[in-house]
């Protein structure tokens, strides 16, 4: 629960407060050869790494510099890449396929087309300039030890329920991301408020019992495992398979549950393109594509294994109509409704 009315206002009028220029949270290297490809990413590398290191084995002429990044900040570095007043990545890889979108129709990538490119399904490819390597589900969590078997929400329906028959119990217990700090968080509450009827009193019910808006998806999910929140929702489902603790449940929602895919880009100017072009087609390899199911980057399908119907997933497409969450009517009535729901006087 904070205020933050006056700079979302002002990001909305295009006036945001001067900040100090963005920078990636960590680095690492791997493989040893001549030419350094440089992975721009939002994906955390602890997650990732298995597969980055298979692909510096099978390129062994290549020596990869991995940047893990805030998907916001690698939107404003790689802007400022295309226009000249920054260094390019050779490949971006984001989860803010939006910002991707947006780099995309600015001219800022290198196009490249490959069978594996060619084959991808049109949801997860835009002009041969952008390319979907995952399909990761957002998620409701919740605590085992603090939920009651019968409580637990398997809808949004049932969450709005529950938080109107229990305020008491789940009083500043909700977690969510802050949509300002997270393209994520922004992403899926953009995808939300198209989706689904209940996305107003969805904001209703959080302002009543104080929900928080917070950031990043591990302190979210470490949150509910400590017991300070309860319930957390529309967390990336993949970081919490890898993170969760036994007492922490997740939940695909039956009515829908959005499917978020990360996206892949070369930058024009990139200085090894050929290179990039190789690790887009190893990630879309069947070996690649299978260790990132087992990293859970991939979600399962199968009804059997998910409980989800597949009438109830809800791809994010990677097409124009995703431009529509960077539109500033767009960003402002949307950041205005947040700040409404999550101000220090909610609730």
């Known amino acids: 629960m904070k205020t933050r009315l006056l700079p979302l206002l002002l990001l909305a009028l295009g006036l945001a407060l001067p900040r100090a220029a963005p920078a990636q949270e960590r680095v690492e290297s791997f493989g040893a050869g001549a030419t350094e490809l440089t992975l721009r990413s939002t994906t955390d590398i602890d997650i990732i790494q298995p597969v980055i290191e298979r692909f510096a084995e099978l390129n062994p002429d290549l020596s990869l510099r991995y940047e893990q990044w805030g998907s916001n900040n690698l939107y404003t570095s790689s802007r400022a890449a295309c226009a000249g007043r920054a260094a390019p990545a050779d490949a971006l890889l984001s989860s803010g396929a939006h910002h991707m979108l947006a780099l995309v129709n600015a001219a800022c990538a290198h ?23 995952t ?30 028959k229990k305020p008491e119990l789940l009083r500043s217990r909700i977690a969510t991301y802050d949509i300002e700090d997270s393209g994520l968080g922004y992403l899926f509450a953009h995808a939300d408020s198209l989706e689904a009827t209940t996305f107003g009193a969805m904001l209703e019910a959080f302002s009543r019992i104080g929900a928080i808006a917070t950031c990043c998806s591990l302190s979210i999910i470490d949150g509910v495992s400590e017991g300070r929140y309860y319930i957390a929702y529309n967390v990336l489902g993949s970081y919490a398979e890898a993170r969760a603790a036994p007492n922490v449940g997740i939940i695909l929602p039956e009515d829908y549950t959005l499917m978020m895919s990360r996206a892949f880009m070369i930058p024009k100017g990139a200085p090894h393109p050929e290179a990039a072009q190789r690790l887009l087609d190893f990630l879309l390899s069947p070996e690649a594509q299978g260790m990132l199911a087992d990293l859970g980057l991939v979600a399962a399908t199968d009804p059997s294994e998910t409980g989800l119907l597949p009438s109830a997933r809800r791809l994010i497409a990677l097409a124009p109509p995703l431009l529509l969450a960077l539109d500033r009517s767009t960003r402002e009535r949307l950041f205005r409704l947040w700040d409404e729901a999550f101000s220090a006087d909610a609730g």
């Open 111 to 133: 196009p490249y087309r490959s069978p594996a490119s060619a084959a991808l399904p049109d949801e997860r490819r835009w002009r041969d300039e952008l390319w979907g390597i």
């Open 135 to 164: 399909e990761e589900p957002a998620v409701i969590i919740y605590n085992t030890e603090a939920l009651a078997a019968g409580d637990v929400p398997r809808t949004r329906f049932a969450l709005l329920d529950l938080m109107r």
